[in-house]
């Protein structure tokens, strides 16, 4: 009978699981419970906030499993949200086809041409590859303005409401529970494509791609994966943003919000699917923050009053990206992590 | 004839963006790093030179100098407390940092600046240049003159010149490079320093040929298909590039406009990005890694 | 065992989640209290566009603040709130969701330009939002839209006028039009409306290229004008994006005659372009700074004790103006105050007068287009503004 430690596993499967104690369960359980309740206790508009950040988490997942986990850094990641969105509207307004139909339709054309923008990219690396993706979200930025039979250029395209079994989900809440649903399968999905071999691999290659392909790992195969599956994650989120603004335009998807999915990431902490949400979470909440303290400084100093504005949040932004950098590499994830293992080890210091 | 003015014109703006590539190249040489900030870098520099000349009255002549030494400061202490905390962190982290940078230094720009466009105080005479038909201004002719004289000078710089030795050294391998004596950090920021002199003179320059407000840092976004086109550590490659995208994008604004419907002057330089790497992965003149495991 | 547990859990959750498919409805009375009445609007406050979107948001707060120290209207106190959408459609489409779902207002007065308008349809009728939007392209006044009233002259009126004036009062011969536009939905309202009156008049358009509303540099325009050989340019595009036209055409000693509409006529033009401005002649229709009309009186009244130096005089004058209309309809509305008793008493407009701030006002519930009323206004380059060239004119019928 070997005697059981804080990190015992008996096989491989242990080593792997999502959920390892049955502290863990109950506080996932916890969790969800709450997610559940929470329409009604909070009001419409935290409802709207935590909407928006399931779209973000969905996008910022993605973008981790190609930049967090692959090593591939991507500035043309709303590029991909914008093929997703558009596609949903196309098939949603333009033929009325249901949301099971127009969000993985539009993750699916996004990941062919995630694929197809992945095979020439395979040769580059580093800040190329940055330029490369760059290049191409600004194209299709242009191209959505541009082409305006397809896509309405400047007008926009509407989206319809969500119709589920007849009824049309015309109002926040019950836009929330669709939307938590899809966002769950989809962390699940990516965790567990992460812990199986793929995922490993991955890793490899973003760890040193030459030894990876030494060691066995198809690196054409698994670069292309990555960028399938990470535009297939960003076309989906787009195809959920379609459906809660009920409008999209080729405004939204700018080379500042590529670099703010990144922004996200990195914030939450590269190669960690837990961090990408907490990222997500962050920066949805951060402009918010913003505002609230600068209400209170308005009040508290009268020459401040009107001077805030959307740069601000901007500001902010730029700046929490460089802080985050500088002093926690590792992300929001890294401090949850250290958080953690404190409350664990309590009273003791490791 | 018209096709002769587009080339002319598309050679006076290709001039300043090669000398934003140059700001880019410098950086990269010497650090490893590409700096996103250099934009914000230019317009911050072109806002600090028409204040000078408007607010405090200070002659043009004065204006520019002390324009110089407000951005080599600047550049240096970016370096000292945005840049060097990450040293030896991978590449993906320091670029991230420097989007960082220009995204709060143009925000900033906004909150201090404001929005407006405003148009600078020529010292040059207004009344421009007519030569055999072909129309130049004075601003486009002098901004012309001083970058290919810069660009004279760096590459003398780099190929002979003590310092500008020890920048490549560094560039090539810090550890290495501080073995043989070289002082890193002072390389650093002086690299980061003169960069942004660069990068002042670039907005002196464009603020003079164009108007002047907070998007002015969007310029270099466009520079940056230079840079990469003369590869990322070549001061050649980054003239001939910064020339090409200039006149690549006054020709399709002149040609293509009229018949695609608009705005293909502004995509152009990403296309022809896109399509340079796709072909040769490290731009024209830009050396291949060589990795060993 | 383990996948088992998954997927129960997973089922679990599937299951529970349909379950809460009943929402909660936006409470009724939004935005009014007794005492208070909460407003909002969207208004650029951020990048290229900023400097029109400050001036008018400021008066639009100015004037309802004025009205509070007067004892407020039928004994409610307005508050004002201003969300920046920096002059784009998406963020101005959150924008409104802010307003409407975290700050609860009446209405949103105002929900930016033409593409924020339009990307708004849907939240418009939904949300019953009362709105006088900074867009005056025909397709929201024709057919109705039960909420959106008109701020003044139409985009296609503006540039019918200015082809009118072209062909019937400009001394010029040969003449060859340049349209100068941007991607935005005006910009393309505006170079249709050319293109079909300049069709009537037989007078050949030569050029139609793009001027980005962000431009600081306009040479291959300007190039491709003057190759075109346009001896008159039409600008489709605000304010900023003109200077910049107007200095790089100068620099290449290009000297057309330049037209533009109303949210590029503004005393600023000409003191920021200086001599360059010197072919300027630009639409409108809202008074100018120096008039001693009682409205613009007020405005300057007003503009002084809230310490403002606004820099696009015309937009503050407007602002002050829409204020005007919302602060009248609120008022005819009485006690009973919700968004359908504000778009009823706003639909009593008869020849309603802001005292020279507009041309008087009218909206019925048949139409709430405005006076097809423009004035064309040319610069005047050593008194540093814009003097009116013409009295009100309409586009003649064809």
């Not at chain 1, 961090?275 to 402009?287: D, E, K, Q, T, W």
């Not at chain 2, 220009?102 to 407006?116: V, W």
């Not at chain 2, 980054?238 to 419907?261: F, K, M, R, S």
Request: with cysteine; glycine share 10%.
């Amino acid at each position: 009978m070997p005697i059981r430690s804080k990190t015992f596993c008996e096989s491989y499967h242990d080593d792997i699981k999502l959920l390892d104690t049955i502290w863990s369960k109950c506080w996932m359980g916890l969790f969800i419970l709450g997610l559940l309740i929470l329409p009604y206790v909070t009001d419409t508009y935290i409802v709207y906030m935590v909407n928006l950040s399931s779209i973000a988490i969905v996008a910022a997942v993605g973008l981790n499993i190609l930049t967090g986990f692959t090593g591939q850094i991507s500035l043309g990641h709303s590029a991909f949200l914008a093929i997703g969105a558009y596609t949903a509207a196309l098939l949603g307004e333009g033929l009325g086809m249901p949301f099971w139909i127009t969000l993985p339709a539009g993750g699916v054309v996004s990941a062919t041409v995630g694929i197809l923008l992945g095979i020439p990219c395979l040769r580059l690396k580093g800040l190329y590859l940055a330029m490369a993706t760059m290049s191409f979200g600004i194209m299709v930025e242009y191209v959505l303005i541009t082409w305006k039979g397809l896509t309405g250029g400047e007008r926009g395209m509407y989206m319809p409401e969500v119709n589920m079994l007849g009824h049309a989900l015309d109002t926040d809440e019950n836009m929330y529970y669709f939307l938590l649903c899809i966002t769950a399968l989809m962390i699940i999905a990516a965790k567990n494509i992460i812990r199986t071999r793929v995922g490993r691999a991955f890793i490899a290659v973003r760890d040193r791609d030459i030894a990876a392909e030494v060691m066995g790992v198809n690196l054409t195969g698994y670069k292309v994966m990555a960028f399938a599956l990470s535009s297939f994650y960003a076309g989906v989120a787009g195809g959920m943003y379609a459906y809660v603004m009920g409008h999209i335009h080729p405004e939204h998807f700018t080379l500042l919000s590529s670099v703010e999915y990144l922004a996200m990431i990195i914030i939450g902490g590269l190669g960690s699917i837990l961090g990408s949400i907490f990222g997500a979470v962050f920066i949805v909440a951060v402009p918010e923050g913003i505002k609230l303290l600068a209400q209170g400084v308005e009040s508290l100093i009268p020459a401040m009053q009107g001077r805030y504005d959307e740069e601000w949040n901007i500001a902010v932004f730029g700046l929490l990206i460089m802080l985050f950098l500088i002093f926690e590499p590792g992300g929001l994830n890294a401090i949850w992590q250290r958080i953690k293992v404190g409350f664990k080890n309590w009273p003791f210091t490791y | 004839m018209y096709f002769l003015e587009l080339v002319i014109s598309g050679i006076a703006v290709g001039s300043l963006y090669a000398l934003i590539a140059m700001g880019f190249v410098l950086i990269y040489k010497a650090t490893g790093v590409l700096n996103f900030a250099q934009g914000e870098a230019i317009m911050v520099a072109a806002f600090i030179c028409y204040y000078l000349v408007t607010r405090f009255g200070v002659p043009f002549w004065l204006a520019v100098p002390l324009t110089l030494i407000a951005s080599a400061l600047l550049g240096a202490v970016t370096e000292r407390l945005v840049i060097r905390p990450l040293l030896g962190e991978p590449v993906f982290s320091v670029v991230m940092v420097t989007i960082g940078l220009s995204i709060f230094l143009r925000s900033m720009a906004g909150i201090i600046f404001g929005h407006h466009n405003y148009v600078f105080p020529s010292p040059f005479p207004v009344k421009p240049l007519q030569m055999a038909g072909i129309v130049l201004s004075h601003n486009h002719l002098w901004s012309m003159i001083i970058s290919f004289s810069l660009m004279l000078i760096f590459f003398f710089f780099f190929k002979f010149a003590r310092l500008g030795l020890g920048m490549r050294a560094t560039a090539n391998d810090q550890d290495t490079a501080t073995l043989m004596g070289i002082n890193i950090k002072s390389v650093y920021a002086l690299t980061w320093g003169i960069s942004f002199v660069v990068a002042g003179l670039a907005g002196v320059g464009l603020a003079n040929v164009m108007v002047l407000n907070v998007g002015l840092a969007f310029v270099a976004i466009s520079a940056f298909p230079a840079v990469i086109l003369g590869g990322l550590e070549s001061i050649p490659g980054a003239i001939i590039g910064g020339l090409t995208i200039g006149i690549l994008e006054n020709l399709a604004g002149g040609y293509l406009d009229q018949i695609v419907g608009g705005g293909v002057k502004d995509v152009t330089p990403f296309a022809v990005l896109f399509l340079v790497l796709m072909i040769k992965p490290y731009g024209l003149f830009g050396t291949k890694e060589v990795e060993r495991v | 065992m383990r996948n088992k547990g998954r997927s129960a859990r997973m089922t679990a959750l599937v299951c529970m989640a349909f379950l809460f498919t009943t929402g909660l409805a936006l409470a009724s009375g939004r935005g009014v209290t007794d005492d208070s009445v909460k407003l909002g609007f969207v208004l650029v406050k951020t990048g290229p566009v900023a400097a029109l979107g400050i001036p008018q948001g400021n008066a639009m707060i100015d004037y309802m603040n004025y009205i509070n120290e007067k004892g407020g209207i039928n004994g409610r106190k307005i508050k004002v709130l201003w969300e920046d959408d920096g002059f784009q459609a998406p963020k101005s489409v959150a924008a409104v969701k802010k307003l409407i779902a975290r700050d609860k207002v009446l209405t949103v007065m105002t929900t930016g330009g033409t593409n924020q308008t339009i990307a708004n349809m849907k939240n418009i009728k939904r949300y019953k939002m009362v709105n006088i939007p900074n867009a005056m392209a025909l397709e929201f006044f024709d057919p109705l839209h039960p909420y959106i009233f008109a701020l003044g002259a139409l985009y296609e009126w503006q540039y019918q006028v200015i082809v009118d004036y072209i062909n019937d009062d400009l001394k010029m011969k040969d003449k060859r039009i340049g349209v100068v536009y941007t991607k935005k939905e005006y910009g393309k309202k505006g170079l249709d409306a050319v293109k079909k009156r300049a069709a009537k008049y037989n007078i050949p358009v030569v050029a139609e290229l793009v001027l980005p509303t962000g431009a600081v540099d306009a040479s291959s325009q300007v190039l491709a004008l003057q190759h075109a050989g346009a001896n008159i340019v039409i600008t489709c595009d605000v304010l900023p994006p003109i200077i910049s036209f107007l200095k790089t055409a100068e620099k290449y000693n290009y000297w057309p005659q330049v037209f533009g509409f109303n949210w590029a006529t503004d005393d600023l033009l000409v003191k920021a372009c200086g001599p360059a401005a010197k072919n300027y002649i630009g639409s409108g229709f809202v008074g100018s700074w120096t008039d001693d009309t009682p409205g613009i009186k007020l405005v300057r009244e007003i503009a002084k004790k809230y310490n403002r130096k606004p820099k696009l005089t015309s937009l503050y004058i407007g602002g002050i103006g829409v204020s005007m209309l919302f602060a009248e309809g609120i008022k005819r509305a009485g006690k009973d105050l919700t968004p359908d008793t504000l778009k009823n008493a706003l639909e009593t407009f008869r020849d309603f007068d802001t005292g020279g701030i507009f041309p008087l006002v009218t909206y019925t519930p048949e139409s709430h287009a405005p006076a097809k009323k423009v004035k064309l206004f040319k610069a005047d380059v050593e008194k540093k503004c814009l003097v009116p060239l013409t009295g009100w004119r309409s586009p003649k019928d064809l």
